[in-house]
DNA sequence: TATGAATGAGTATTCATTCAT
DNA sequence: CATGAATGAATACTCATTCAT
């Protein structure tokens, strides 16, 4: 990715995530990323292809990081426990993607369908996981993929925590709280 | 509300729910409710206003079932398991306005600064009977508004759940679960 | 002209001077003259015959009223003063019809070519006195179709001026110094 | 102003003066100009702003061209023979623009209000010409500010004239007349 | 590689008019 | 006589896309 490629791809998440998919414009776009309208055209065939362009770089560098994050850890537990952790970072570390995210899961466009089905693929991903810690004990015995969503549902709340205090929370303390309320609940 | 204003009430929640708010066109909406377009108009100052009004009414019969649903129940673990059941239950009936609603959550356009106050007043409602469960030793001690947007959480995974398993879930299993979750954890 | 007619009638008169034509919307009129916008079509069949209506009503009333101060005088010198001390009093007293026409007389919408039609005749009614005036050597010879819209353009002037300076204007010093100008030129 | 602009404010004068202000539409506009729609907002930001700039531009052109010819001339008397001239002469070289004018002189628009400033500047021009006369002896001692609008009402008159009987008359004779008129007045 | 003028299909909104009551 | 809900054609304005430079 050039220069001027990046800073389109940069502008278009900050864009997408104030404005949504259809209200952000071209002309938004160009102007954040200080080139002409032109140059958008140049790098990208469309709209929907940025945010296609967006929506598979932003899921690449999750599941590349949590692979990283967790290919050394063996202890089944510890492995869950990095997981959270590393995807609670994430939302952080990339708020604006993550709204843009949020925003497009719903609804019945064609884009919305692929980034649903990008999304159930990562989702299959955690079940995984989660499978290797049922078969170990570690936790509960259940349906996997349903697990699998709640674990996925954390990050909601921690983005719609955010978003609404922004910027209040501790990080450290949001993540280690949450993880806590996953593997124990809240029942005292 | 009179026969034509629900008809284009309900429309507008079905065409946002697919398309989005900037998606959604006034002619998809008047089509889908059988009036045409200047009818909008007449019940409706705007997109705009159709939108807010969708919000405002949704949330209120949200606040009224579950208040009515907790009202007579004293034991406060048995409360906070109707909270869930019933929040999850509306989910579950009124999935068009909750995908609306999750859509709209993100963004700095004014409706969407409106929504996250409604959806803020909301989940402070929450926290209300969270710190009354925590005051009598039922659930752990913590920041009890933090506490109430993992609750708030859950709705999300359980709607995006439906989202991409579109029915294929039993609803009373679902519900179980999640409560477990929340209240148990997941570890074994 | 029954009550309501009436009150239809003036409404239209005020929004129409505010507004314009175009601007003016049946909603403007039927809400300053307090009835419902149906009962605007009971009383006239369109927005055009209402303009109409009250171009002819107006012009009818001016006719009559210079008419009826004329017919009495025989003097031609003293005729042409009172015609136009006439013509300005109308001016001050109808300011809303006359905004109307000053701002209709352009244009080549039916309508405004049935105005201009309507105000041609006005003038060749002024050019009959002219001539008489003439005739008797009382004013220069020249011209008296060309003369008659001098004579008309000052009715502007008066309107203009009445139009930015509002009311701060003494009538009678203004009509005089007008007629003034008219008979005697402002040159010293 | 590049040849786009150049063509889309001409058509511009023209569909204003044959339409109205409100009555014009930007397709008018544009299908004149031989641009497509989107062209037009390309250069201007609204409706209104194409008439600002009209009225603007246009202002600007008549202002100029006063000066130009009132410059060298030093007896106060052809001065104001002059500017007579010159200002009829305007009326007549842009007769659409004139018609726009006097169109959207009246009413309570922001875009009428903001004319209407315009031209009471314009005639506070000429009011400083009268008093010079004045202050030689040259024409009645009076207000001026009054005297000032006469003379504007004058080429009012002669916009009349014109509309109503196209194209009929003799220039240089209109002219003529009715600087006779203002300065002697019509009396013989 | 980058530009920005030009496009035209599409969109929210307005408003004169109709009509059943 | 009077109403006001409903209409749909018309209108100002937007915006993704194209293309000549």
Known sequence: MNK????????????FSDKGYDGATMDD???????????????FKSKEEIFKYIISEGMNVIREQVEDAVV????????????????LSLVYQNRD????MMSQLWGKELRQLELRDSIHEYIKN????LEEAMDQ?????????F??????GTLFSAA???????????????IDTLIGYILEGIEA
Not at 7 to 14: L, N, R
Not at 97 to 100: A, M, N, P, Y
Request: charged letters at 25%; one cysteine or more.
């Open 160 to 174: 719609v925590y955010e978003l609404i205090n922004e910027g209040k929370g501790d990080l450290e303390y949001v």
């Open 72 to 87: 050394d850890v063996k202890n089944p537990l510890d492995k869950l426990k990095i997981l959270c952790k590393i995807q």
């Open 137 to 145: 004990g570690i936790i509960k015995k259940g349906e996997a993929s």
């Open 147 to 152: 697990m699998a969503y709640t674990f996925f």
């Open 97 to 100: 993607f993550f709204k843009v």
């Open 29 to 43: 776009i160009a102007a954040n990323a200080g080139v002409a309208k032109g140059t958008l055209y140049y790098h």
């Open 4 to 15: 001027t490629k990046k800073s389109i791809f940069q502008s278009a998440i900050k864009i």
């Open 126 to 129: 955690i079940q995984v996981y």
